[in-house]
């Protein structure tokens, strides 16, 4: 599976971005795909998730705040970034995820970065003050 990010940007605090993710390759009918985020000097963390049957997930820190998505092919995956932060500012990953067991899901589900085999490049954030 291969991932491109795109649709990073600069922006004040208070603005909006949409982020995209386009994946191509071994999707399979059951699969996961999610948005992390990595700050200079911080842990990857996971920030939104959705699956095949359409169950979402969100970080508690963008809750509210942000939106995940996905177009009607299910191969094109959106973040729609609302009243963005300072500490919003970071590299934003795009990963996915075939499973094949429930348990798997709850893990990705779970936005455990172990759990993604396949990563784009990233595309940066950047949210100034």
């Known amino acids: 599976v291969q991932l491109v990010e795109s649709g990073g940007g600069s922006v004040q605090a208070g603005g909006s971005l949409r982020l995209s993710c386009v994946a191509s390759?071994?999707?399979?009918?059951?699969?996961?795909m999610a948005w992390f985020r990595q700050a200079p000097g911080k842990e990857r963390e996971g920030v939104a998730v959705?699956?095949?049957?359409?169950?979402?997930g969100y970080a508690n820190s963008v809750t509210g705040r942000f939106t995940v998505s996905r177009d009607n092919n299910k191969t094109t995956m959106y973040l729609q970034m609302n009243s963005l932060k300072s500490e919003d500012g970071a590299r934003y990953y795009c990963?996915?995820?075939?499973?094949?067991?429930?348990?798997?899901?709850?893990?990705?589900?779970?936005?455990?970065?172990?759990?993604?085999?396949?990563w784009g490049q990233g595309t940066q954030v950047t949210v100034s003050s």
């Open positions: 990963a996915a995820q075939n499973y094949a067991y429930t348990w798997v899901q709850i893990r990705l589900k779970a936005l455990d970065a172990v759990a993604f085999a396949y």
């Open positions: 390759g071994n999707i399979e009918s059951r699969f996961c």
């Open positions: 959705i699956c095949s049957d359409e169950s979402i």
